[in-house]
């Protein structure tokens, strides 16, 4: 500490000085003493203490002012609580600096100015509240930021006017829905000098994933331009996720990357401008990653370093909220902001919440997507804020449970927003300011939809959904919904391991706290239909097809990459990584694409490769199109995604997966495809398992054992070609049944031999979870693995404790 009233040196701050300097200053002055020296840039700067702040209300005679401004007013009516807060940041802004005060502030300032070399150094100028950033109440974003201040005078103004943001409408609001003190809570500046991010890039990044919670990922958001606008949600910006697991081992492990729109960026006002403007994205930064694949792992290093660092601090894990910055001119990296997140790391993890759509036919009632944050269900009204100046909010008739629909939020808005059911925008990514004050209140919300405003109307019955992967959806009218709740500790231990079938790699990050064996099947269709989009024949034929409209459109679906090829390596590996992360280390089973003609032929460019089949069920699918002539080049691309998955990002927990190979030669033929694409059973470990779902696999199977790692039972293609019927006829549905004592002598045929031969056996599918004598069945039968769907994972669990009882109380009678 200096010796001097009311400035400090930021790095003299400590986390144990937040009564002084408040908490974003704290955790920066930490930050410099102790991370610093292990290479974190951070820039230089100086704090202007709370005693400063509380000396400046008592030399302008405000204490008993603000005190009887506030007494008089009701903090819950929207109009009282405007007029207040006016009135005081009014008599602050006029205040006057002590003349001690204002040579302290100007000899802090000046020797800034010599650091940089520079007369005038341009600052940012950041409020931090004494109360800010405490475990038990996030103050984040409650007070303001001024940027690009440039000259003495202009910094004292920013000063006063961050001291009067402590009383902004939402700052009055919020300490009062957290039972803190208006006057206990006290204002600290820090003046840092400005990284030059408008000529380069900037944004948030969180040491774990900001919806599921899990610890294992980094999270990133990004844009072109100072980072303002994505902690505004005025932009969608680029997003990144890295592994933290095996980043410290050195494997360069981001499993995902999206581009976002970037459509705008805040730059530095000229001569005669404002400080700062906003200004459109060149089209050419929009297309685009705003980040390397090195700064995106430098970045991520430095966020595990300091979440490493407040962890150990603070004696328990610590996740933590960084903001970042690009200098443009000098290429380098910064961290400006970083403080503990507060709504994961203050939940029990004994308890999980399930939400559950329960009508069969919405998807005919979807009115449009966007990002989900949360993983909440709601209903209510439209209420259209499209256009609302923030200086009106109070006057607005908000009712409790409308929801919110607006272009993007305001922080001003607090105080309405938590009335609301849910939160809707047009703009924003997860890191924004509506996601992250939705996540503090425990609402749904649904950013980046791009034109919620024009497609909902006011009063318009909607249900919110966030409960079905990242991408959040709105159906018109009501939809009936469960809230189930699961606790982990009344969950009984069993003998047979439990996996799960997943079908989002979007879903991966919630489910990877069920008590699981791993993944048994996860499938390659799913990311191509959702993440690709586009046959992958046509995206590396496209050209040659003298289709204009399809290449057209191929061109505006890969922007961000150099061309087709690439973009469906990187797709499915993140699609395939992003499972295989939340599910590390235990196995996670990726089947090889198993799309019929029919699919194949509905996507994109498909009718330029695909025949028409009478019964594509049993025609050219699975294994068959791996080798041959027409397909083979698109076979290729899955190997290569799946070798950098498990060589370059270091997941060599994934095991690949054959469907339906109805012989020998066939298996062989496969294995020489791979090869010739870079993937080798048994080298670095890789599995192959096969697709158990044709007669000839289980009458062949002692054939098959020397050539695999293991079995899955397809029970639904098993079915259907034992009892000779085509599954997605409705005429002989009613015949349909896995439990028939043919598919049941298949099955334990083949566990029998597989036992016999020492190979592993599961199963996946739901006729385990739909009847539990079928999973008694497979339980005595001495299965390895019963693989079901998440929301069919509990009921197994307790259904086969039964059977395992049973089991055992059978033996102790015998």
């Not at 009508?359 to 259209?384: M, N, S």
Request: one cysteine or more; hydrophobic letters at 40%; charged letters at 25%.
């Amino acid at each position: 500490m200096t010796d001097k009233k009311f400035t400090m040196d930021l790095i003299d701050a400590s986390i144990n000085d937040i009564e002084l300097v408040g908490g974003k200053n704290a955790s920066l002055g930490e930050m410099m003493q102790h991370l610093t020296p292990v290479g974190i840039n951070i820039p230089d700067g100086f704090i202007i203490t709370a005693a400063a702040y509380y000396h400046f209300i008592s030399f302008n005679d405000l204490d008993s002012t603000i005190t009887k401004i506030i007494n008089n007013s009701n903090a819950d009516d929207l109009q009282q609580l405007a007029h207040c807060g006016s009135k005081i940041r009014s008599l602050i802004q006029n205040g006057i600096f002590p003349d001690d005060m204002a040579v302290e502030i100007s000899e802090k300032y000046q020797k800034l100015g010599t650091i940089y070399q520079t007369n005038n150094v341009d600052v940012a100028v950041r409020s931090s509240a004494t109360a800010e950033d405490l475990p038990d109440a996030s103050f984040a974003g409650q007070q303001d930021t001024y940027l690009n201040i440039s000259g003495e005078s202009a910094l004292l103004t920013a000063i006063k006017n961050c001291f009067a943001s402590l009383f902004t409408d939402r700052a009055i609001s919020y300490r009062k829905a957290f039972g803190f003190d208006h006057f206990r809570v006290g204002l600290s500046v820090c003046v840092q000098k400005m990284v030059r991010s408008d000529r380069g890039t900037a944004g948030v990044a969180f040491s774990l994933d900001t919806e599921s919670g899990f610890k294992d990922a980094v999270i990133i958001n990004g844009a072109y331009g100072l980072g303002e606008l994505v902690v505004q949600g005025s932009v969608n910006p680029d997003e990144y996720i890295v592994f933290k697991p095996l980043l410290a081992r050195g494997f360069a492990a981001i499993i995902e990357k999206k581009l976002g729109k970037k459509h705008q960026r805040m730059v530095y006002g000229t001569a005669g401008q404002d400080r700062v403007i906003v200004e459109v994205t060149p089209r050419a930064d929009q297309e685009r990653f705003c980040l390397t694949d090195a700064q995106i792992l430098q970045l991520s290093k430095w966020v595990m370093i300091i979440e490493d660092y407040y962890s150990a601090l603070k004696g328990r894990w610590c996740p933590m909220d960084v903001e970042w910055a690009v200098d443009g001119i000098s290429d380098q990296l910064f961290i400006v902001q970083a403080r503990p997140e507060t709504i994961h790391s203050r939940k029990a993890g004994n308890t999980l919440t399930e939400y559950r759509i329960s009508e069969a036919d919405r998807e005919a009632r979807i009115v449009l997507r966007g990002i989900a944050v949360g993983d909440k269900i709601a209903t209510g009204k439209v209420h259209l804020l499209n256009g609302l100046k923030k200086e009106d909010i109070h006057r607005i008739d908000f009712k409790p449970g409308d929801v919110m629909v607006t272009n993007m939020t305001d922080p001003d808005w607090e105080p309405v927003m938590k009335k609301a059911a849910a939160i809707i925008t047009n703009k924003g990514g997860r890191t924004c300011h509506a996601a992250i004050v939705a996540r503090e209140l425990g609402l749904p919300a649904i950013v980046g939809c791009e034109n919620a405003t024009l497609l909902l109307k006011h009063g318009q019955q909607i249900t919110v959904s966030c409960a079905e992967g990242e991408s959040g959806i709105i159906y018109d009218g009501i939809i009936a919904f469960q809230q189930i709740e699961h606790s982990l500790e009344t969950l009984p231990e069993i003998q047979t391991p439990v996996m799960m079938n997943l079908a989002s790699p979007d879903m991966a990050f919630r489910y990877s706290n069920y008590p699981h064996k791993g993944v048994g099947l996860a499938r390659e269709e799913f990311i191509i239909n959702n993440y690709i989009k586009i046959h992958p024949m046509a995206l590396i034929k496209h050209e040659e097809l003298g289709s204009p409209e399809l290449s057209d459109h191929i061109r505006e679906v890969i922007k961000g990459y150099p061309d087709g090829k690439t973009f469906f390596i990187e797709k499915l590996s993140y699609g395939i990584a992003k499972i295989a992360a939340a599910f590390y280390p235990q196995k996670v089973i990726v089947r090889f694409s198993d799309f019929k003609t029919n699919e194949y032929y509905n996507m994109p460019g498909g009718k330029y490769f695909e025949p028409v089949e009478e019964n594509p069920m049993i025609g050219w699918r699975g294994a068959s199109r791996y080798y041959s002539d027409a397909y083979k080049e698109a076979f290729g691309l899955e190997c290569a995604a799946v070798n950098k998955v498990r060589n370059e990002l270091g997941l060599d927990n994934v095991t690949m997966m054959i469907p339906f190979c109805r012989t020998i030669k066939e298996l062989l033929l496969v294995y020489k495809t791979m090869e010739e694409h870079g993937l080798k059973r048994g080298e670095n470990g890789l599995e192959v398992y096969l697709m158990a779902e044709v007669p000839s696999n289980i009458i062949l199977a002692e054939q098959f054992c020397h050539l695999i790692d293991g079995f899955s039972i397809g029970s639904n293609d098993l079915t259907q070609l034992v009892l000779g019927l085509d599954r997605d006829s409705s005429l002989i549905a009613d015949i349909y049944d896995e439990r028939n004592e043919a598919v049941k002598e298949m099955i334990s045929s083949l566990i029998k031999t597989a036992k016999r031969m020492n190979v592993k056996v599961g199963v996946c599918g739901q006729g385990p979870s739909d009847y539990p004598d079928f999973a008694q069945f497979l339980v005595e039968e001495g299965i390895d693995s019963i693989s079901v769907t998440p929301d069919s994972f509990m009921k197994t669990v307790h259904a086969i404790k039964l059977i395992e009882d049973r089991s055992k109380a059978s033996v102790l009678q015998d």
